[in-house]
């Protein structure tokens, strides 16, 4: 399955990965333990599989929000 | 958890700490994550006619749970980009089209006397295809206290 998006949620540290199957259906798998991309994405052959350019750009975002975070405590 | 929808998802948000709302090409759903491994979406309503051939730009829900906006942006044959929203009450399974590009859901006091309650309100900007001027209208979605009309604002754009 190729997923073609994904949501983090910040304060639950929480990411939604999306897979559409066509256009019939879609499945979405949530992951609710602590956030670890590269973990979510590498841990087995069976689970979706996210574009590079899709876990760079949430990455990205992830280290620019704990950024943020840093600054305002 | 993974979890399957029999249709398209065209928009996903996060609309509170444990519920994803997911828009498919004909209704809406919400998923709550906390339900674990038998979590499942649950439909909330179905999109509109007016809305079928929309590009999805936003969703959101009131505080309550109770009320829920989606908007749409389409172009009509002159290549004018034109908008819809869908108002719809969960608790009165009622939906209402409008015509208008944002929107947003709010609870505040609507007087200034000291202690007034707050007023659940929508607000929206509304800008309709056959008109050129554009208004904002903040519309009051509770109940109001016995006695009182609800309360409406409008002001052009």
């Not at chain 1, 019939?24 to 979510?40: G, K, N, P, R």
């Not at chain 2, 829920?68 to 009165?92: F, K, M, P, T, V």
């Not at chain 2, 006397?113 to 554009?134: D, H, I, M, N, S």
Request: glycine share 4%; aromatic share 10%.
């Amino acid at each position: 399955m190729k997923a073609d998006g994904i949501l983090m949620h910040r304060e639950r540290k929480v990411i939604a990965v999306r897979a559409p199957q066509g256009d019939a259906a879609t499945v979405i798998q949530v992951s609710t333990a602590q956030l670890d991309i590269h973990a979510f994405v590498l841990s087995d052959s069976d689970e979706l599989q996210i574009d590079s350019y899709l876990i760079e750009t949430t990455l990205l975002v992830f280290r620019f929000l704990t950024w943020l975070l840093h600054l305002s405590s | 958890m993974t979890t399957t929808l029999n249709e398209k998802v065209v928009f996903w948000r996060w609309i509170s700490d444990t519920k994803l709302a997911l828009v498919g090409a004909t209704s809406v759903y919400h998923l709550d994550i906390t339900q674990g491994t038998s979590a499942a979406p649950v439909k909330i309503f179905d999109r509109l006619p007016t809305l079928a051939n929309c590009q999805i730009m936003s969703y959101d829900v009131d505080a309550t749970e109770k009320w829920c906006y989606l908007i749409g942006l389409y172009s009509d044959a002159n290549r004018n980009i034109l908008s819809h929203i869908q108002l719809y009450s969960i608790e009165r399974s009622m939906a209402m089209p409008l015509e208008g590009y944002a929107a947003c859901f709010a609870e505040m006091p609507v007087t200034d006397a000291p202690g007034a309650p707050k007023t659940q309100l929508f607000c929206f900007c509304e800008r309709k295809a056959t008109e050129t001027t554009q208004k904002f209208i903040c519309t009051e979605i509770g109940t109001p206290p016995a006695g009182q009309q609800k309360f409406k604002s409008m002001s052009e754009i």
